[in-house]
């Protein structure tokens, strides 16, 4: 017998036997339970922000990543006090430098006219 004559009628073998479609696995929601139990009692009396604020100074590099899979895609900045690209930073801080080397330029000045 081929497959299309198993699957026609009322009897279709196994079709539809599966778990519902977007239901978990359940031994992935198993195992994530345990993850998360274990951490908590990881944490001490802090539980699971207790673990994760330890981790985060023990392994920054991980724990970044971790942050960077739970912090929203998309950013709200306040319109009064926008969010600054990497460029108007730079520009900001070569603007404070120069400042910061004319008022020592002119602090130079009146230390050599007064000595």
């Not at 977007?22 to 195992?31: C, H, R």
């Not at 600054?84 to 004319?102: G, H, I, Q, V």
């Given at each position: 017998?081929?497959?299309?004559q198993?699957?026609?009628?009322?009897?279709?073998?196994?079709?539809?036997?599966?778990?519902?479609?977007?239901?978990?696995?359940?031994?992935?929601?198993?195992?994530?339970?345990?993850?998360?139990?274990?951490?908590e009692?990881a944490?001490?009396?802090?539980?699971?922000?207790?673990?994760?604020?330890?981790?985060?100074?023990?392994t920054?590099?991980?724990?970044?990543?971790?942050?960077?899979?739970?912090?929203?895609?998309?950013?709200?900045?306040?319109?009064?006090?926008?969010?600054?690209?990497?460029?108007?930073?730079?520009?900001?801080?070569?603007?404070?430098?120069?400042?910061?080397?004319?008022?020592?330029?002119?602090a130079?000045?009146?230390a050599?006219?007064?000595?």
């Amino acid at each position: 017998m081929s497959d299309d004559q198993r699957k026609e009628g009322v009897n279709r073998g196994n079709a539809g036997k599966g778990r519902p479609k977007g239901s978990p696995n359940k031994t992935t929601a198993l195992l994530k339970d345990a993850i998360l139990q274990a951490a908590e009692r990881a944490g001490g009396p802090e539980g699971l922000v207790g673990y994760l604020e330890a981790r985060a100074i023990d392994t920054p590099g991980p724990f970044m990543a971790l942050l960077g899979k739970v912090l929203p895609t998309q950013l709200a900045g306040d319109p009064d006090n926008p969010i600054r690209t990497k460029l108007e930073a730079d520009e900001a801080f070569a603007a404070f430098a120069r400042s910061m080397a004319s008022v020592a330029a002119a602090a130079a000045r009146g230390a050599d006219e007064a000595g």
